[in-house]
């Protein structure tokens, strides 16, 4: 079969195309030129350097346009070269306890709490299963809660629940016992109380040579017209820190150029309530997180409230005794309850000097985490209150009526 | 000669002149599509978001979907969905002293990391926090030694330190071992496997890979001791096509074809060892030319003759 010139023809146009495709990109190899020109001392300039002239942009300042955002860099006002630690309202020590135990000087006398009475609540034991009730399940607030997720079946999606949102159920629940314990004290014992809310703390210093500041906001403080007596007066000189060697007792703390450091503690001392009695820490669980997000250990809630206490006591015992002191004429005893809405954790500190590095320590006396209820939420349509703890209102109340 | 110097004065350096632009129809211009760079160890399921520091906090994930991030095509079937995990950034290099007691290190926890199989740990010296690839028997409240010094007599390790391959006896096994020293753990990273130390020759050590490829490496490359954790995950079936497809890979059809001859068990004689050399050769510039006519069908049109 002869082969007509039709079959023959191809579009050379077409497989240019296609080879310019790969073959434009060209790979220069580098003959090492440059490099040996270089090694005598000749200057090796680009071309398009000296041939086309750079002209440098004008800056025009336009009057009337909307302001630069801040820029937090060392342009910023509160910018120090100086590095600051920082610990506020929803950190958490990778150590826990421990590491603010080491922070802050302290050590444990012993377990639990030191020797306290415990009346018995029978006659408000049935206002408080009330209040409970109220504040996790027939309050009116309807939010979205959080997603729920099994770590088992990771691909199954729940429905969303809506019902009322942590911050609140605590609120409330503190909110309602303390009125109920003030209601059920001594009327002389209520005279004395006062109670606070969104107080702000802060208190820095120095230790090994870092800045550290540990940051209070917003939480509930009953205060009082007289300060608590010392719990002991054991000399804390033989008792030795824990060790948490190779690391550090300043890790996890925020590291932060751009900081104001203050020391607020915020009632003036002309105010004759202004004595701290007791602070009451909330534990909002969607907020309070590591920062790798794995979840919170009870460690390091009991080393958050700690230093929640040591900052509130530290700050009181800085605008009574002044800035210079070290071991303090009269320790400062703060009360601390810690909740999380079910769970409650009591401690009592005692500040015996702000000297952290000194011989002199700290005392800290806690309980461990007592459930208030074990389930409560509505159950075929019903409202339902299981596995009630009475030892929480007792702890409660004694510590409101502690002189 | 003196004319052309004459026309050489007349010469003058000046911005050269671009040529007006007209709207010309496209379906004659060099438009190369972009095709998707596929193999060369890159993976086509995901890209991770790094911050310029490094940082312990979970980092946020786009899944790709198979598709290519510079040119959108599909480069690699099969892959797509699946549960979204965020990345722990590993720190890849375990760096030791090279005189004086090793650096030590703790372990807080071992974390189920979703992008990989091998389990993470979370690592804290001083005041950092860093993570590691996990080995078999890690548990948290552990201590963890790293050094660069290689010493006369191999060292006797434990799991999970790090050390120089030239520090270690030979036959030991070890994983995130580096091919070029300053890398970073770069070899074995997959649940329960581990390479082995066959022979040292000179200044080189020859390690035995899972794969049962030899390499020759340099003795001051880093590795960690021990076999990687989730030593289960190669027995056990993903179960399901449903949790298949929570993995992140789609239903796939066509992949085993018996008569091709293309599958099945081969019989090859064993690679050479593989020498990793010290320094990486230089990448070559690329300059992207341009043409911005058209080719004509032949050569006639082309150059109008």
Known sequence: MRPSPHLCKQHLGWHFKKLWATQSARKIRDAGIEQKLLEKGVPVVKAEDILWEKRPLEKIEVVGLKPKPVVFDHTHPNWHDKTILTYRDNNVLLKGLQQAKILTNTVELKQGLPDFTLKSTKKIDRRVKEIILTSHVFDAEQKILPKVKDPERPAWNFPRVYGITQPRVIKLLLNNLLQLIENSSDLEVVKQRYVLDDTHFSYNFEKSSDLIQFELTGDTLLTSTKPLPAVTEEPTESFQLPDIHPIKPTITLNKENIYEVRGIYPISLKFAKSHPHTIFVPHVETEVKNLYEEPVTEAQIFGRSLLKTFTVAASYAKEKYGNDVTVLPKPVVVQCVHTNGRFFHFGIFQLNTLDLEGGVKNVWFQTGRLPLFETCCYKVGRPVLEGYNNEVIQYLDAFYNNV | ?305
């Open chain 2, 1 to 305: 000669m003196t004319s052309l110097a004459r026309a050489l004065q007349k010469l003058c350096i000046t911005q050269p002149q671009i040529a007006p632009r007209f709207i010309v129809s496209v379906r004659t211009r060099i438009v190369t599509p972009p095709k998707p760079e596929i193999g060369r160890g890159k993976s086509f399921r995901r890209i991770v978001h790094f911050p310029e520091n490094y940082t312990v906090k979970p980092l946020e994930v786009t899944n790709l979907g198979g598709r290519d991030p510079k040119t959108g095509r599909l480069a690699v079937k099969g892959i797509g969905g699946g549960i979204k995990h965020k990345y722990h950034w590993i720190d890849w290099h375990r760096v030791g002293p090279s005189e004086g007691p090793p650096q030590e290190e703790r372990v807080i926890q071992i974390i189920k990391d979703g992008c990989r199989t091998a389990h993470v740990a979370l690592v804290a010296y001083g005041d950092k926090l860093k993570y590691i690839l996990a080995t078999e028997n890690m548990k948290p409240g552990d201590i963890i030694r790293t050094s660069s010094h290689i010493p006369r007599i191999p060292v006797r390790p434990n799991e999970g330190d790090a050390y120089p391959l030239g520090a270690l006896p030979i036959g030991t096994q070890i994983n995130c071992v580096e091919h070029t020293p300053g890398l970073g753990g770069f070899l074995v990273h997959a649940a329960g496997t581990f390479a082995t130390i066959l022979r040292k020759v000179d200044n080189r050590v020859i390690i035995l890979t899972p794969s049962k490829k030899e390499f020759s490496l340099l003795e001051n490359c880093m590795c960690t001791v021990g076999r990687l954790s989730n030593v289960a995950h190669g027995d056990t079936p993903i179960g399901s096509a449903q949790k298949n497809r929570e993995l992140g890979n789609r239903p796939r059809s066509g992949l085993w074809q018996r008569k091709t001859g293309r599958f099945g068990r081969k019989i090859r004689k064993p690679p050479p060892v593989k020498v990793f050399g010290g320094e990486k050769p230089k990448e070559r510039e690329v300059v992207q030319l341009n043409f911005s006519g058209h080719f004509g069908k032949h050569l006639r049109t082309q150059f109008q003759y």
